[in-house]
């Protein structure tokens, strides 16, 4: 088996992560089970390649970046404890996703960090990343990863193009490919939250539930610019690059979690062929 075996959607809280999560542990615990399942369905075919998507990474205004760099390394601390990761990265697949991105006209920029190559050619690895990640850990193998962060300044049809060319990429490779959309969804349901309180943000959450629950992301290209603004979500453009990765190579999505320990909403989905 080879190109894409599964994909999923994987929020990004800190406190998700038991070492650092202190008092709230508890609060965690739905969707931190969640993501241990998500790992497991991730990892059980051992992919070549993770690809992952996330909203917290390099961010070039209009442009996607397609990380290029020989590693990816990073740490998160809280609660007086700090954990590491470290991946290399699999810079041909990288590199052949930009290419056909650029040949597409699809405006992305590959990334690189420090050295042209080896260890100090490094960017350094954000928590959206490192959180869904970190449930993909096996203490005898590690795949690579690719790092891709979209853009929110391009129209929404040209991420869904480019999710039709990782898909295409992936599926003609001769590695086998996972994908993780990092998402978290509404960030205003608390008024003691960042982002003060929107209903909105409840409302575009069960629309998004709703999606999932019927596979049907291209729903997502429907939804009012204005509404997401005042729900302010940041899984809207990474779901849209799956939605373009599943017309490509069709997969099934189980809703595995669903939760809103504080502010902002998270769902665990996993996808399977």
């Not at 998160?76 to 991946?87: I, K, W």
């Amino acid at each position: 088996m080879k190109g894409l075996i599964c994909s999923g959607i994987a929020p990004h809280g800190f406190s998700i992560v038991a070492e650092i999560s202190g008092e709230e542990l508890e609060l965690f615990k739905t969707t931190r089970d969640a993501m241990g399942k998500l790992g497991k369905v991730i990892m059980k075919d051992k992919p070549d390649t993770i690809v992952v998507l996330t909203p917290h990474g390099l961010r070039l205004e209009g442009y996607n970046s397609i990380y290029t760099s020989e590693y990816c390394r990073g740490t998160l601390s809280g609660n007086g404890q700090t954990v590491t990761l470290e991946y290399r990265c699999d810079r041909d697949l990288a590199k052949e996703i930009l290419k056909r991105a650029v040949e597409e006209n699809i405006p992305s920029v590959g990334c690189n960090f420090g050295a042209l190559e080896g260890e100090a050619s490094n960017i350094e690895m954000d928590w959206g990343t490192f959180i869904p990640l970190w449930f993909c850990k096996e203490n005898s193998y590690k795949p690579e990863i690719v790092v891709i962060g979209p853009t929110r300044e391009i129209s929404l049809d040209k991420l869904v193009k480019l999710g039709e060319v990782i898909g295409r990429v992936c599926e003609k490779s001769d590695k086998k490919v996972a994908l993780i959309v990092s998402a978290d969804q509404g960030h205003c349901h608390d008024p003691k939250g960042p982002y003060g309180f929107n209903e909105a943000s409840k409302e575009y959450d069960e629309n998004i539930l709703s999606i999932i629950r019927n596979n049907n992301l291209k729903n997502l290209l429907g939804i009012d610019m204005d509404f997401v603004e005042k729900a302010k979500p940041d899984s809207l453009w990474q779901m849209l690059i799956l939605y373009g990765v599943l017309k490509i190579k069709p997969m099934e999505g189980e809703l595995l979690s669903y939760q809103v320990p504080t502010y902002f909403g998270m769902a665990v989905v996993s996808y399977e062929p």
